[in-house]
């Protein structure tokens, strides 16, 4: 029983492309996010979306939009890919309090040539 | 803004042998969530302990503490009888009860067993 899965765990794709990666959560959750690993290993949050409604959006470039078709998927469309772009992402839900962990997909590892 | 800091990148211990991560974080609020996630070769996110500010006793999960020391701003993590399966970074996050509930982590620190 998978919590929180992405797809596809590994991308490799040339610059200038566009991509999405998919996160599923069937924790019953209310709240989703991405968050960016870069090489150094910093996690970073990207986006975060309550029932739907996006509340975070930090400071990432537009090429970047997440999409949240209902409370159990939120997606990660990637336009124009840059070199910089390459990191591990990873999507995580949780419950609306803040008190409840956030449960983590296994990432998905992005590589840009 | 909240900061959490780890200021020791790399920390290595004997199989059996007792060690302890440090954080820091800097924040105004009062209220706060901090945590200890665990990211293994796997690359996986587990949750390791989880600590509310509003509680004076420490978190305790096992062969996991901490020492949780709210005037001070410091959230270290105990790791006794240390096994081989300990081997991952390690990150302390912060997340607030007031505001977007987003995790920020510090940069992480990556534990060896020698065994």
């Known amino acids: 029983d998978t919590a929180v899965s992405q797809t596809p765990k590994y991308l490799v794709t040339q610059m200038g492309n566009d991509k999405s990666i998919k996160c599923e959560q069937n924790?019953?959750?209310?709240?989703m996010y991405w968050y960016k690993q870069d090489s150094k290993k910093f996690l970073k949050i990207m986006f975060s979306?309550?029932?739907?409604?996006?509340?975070i959006n930090e400071t990432v470039p537009n090429r970047f939009s997440p999409k949240s078709p209902d409370k159990a998927h939120l997606n990660l469309h990637i336009n124009s890919l840059e070199l910089g772009d390459s990191a591990v992402y990873f999507c995580?839900?949780?419950?609306?309090?803040?008190?409840?962990?956030?449960?983590f997909g296994p990432g998905t590892r992005l590589t840009v040539t | 803004a909240q900061t959490v800091t780890q200021s020791q990148p790399e920390m290595s211990v004997q199989e059996a042998e007792t060690v302890t991560l440090s954080c820091t974080y800097d924040?105004?609020?009062?209220?706060?969530?901090l945590f200890w996630y665990k990211q293994p070769p796997s690359r996986q996110m587990i949750l390791v302990i989880r600590?509310?500010?509003?509680?004076?006793q420490n978190a305790t999960e096992n062969r996991f503490s901490v020492n949780f020391q709210k005037a001070a701003k410091s959230f270290s993590l105990k790791i006794s009888d240390s096994q081989l399966g300990d081997a991952a970074m390690y990150f302390c996050a912060y997340r607030s009860a007031l505001r977007a509930q987003k995790l920020v982590f510090g940069q992480g620190t990556r534990l060896t067993i020698n065994p």
């Open positions: 924790l019953g959750h209310d709240t």
């Open positions: 924040t105004s609020e009062s209220d706060y969530y």
């Open positions: 600590q509310e500010a509003y509680k004076q």
């Open positions: 979306y309550n029932n739907k409604e996006l509340i």
């Open positions: 995580a839900s949780s419950p609306r309090d803040s008190s409840y962990e956030q449960y």
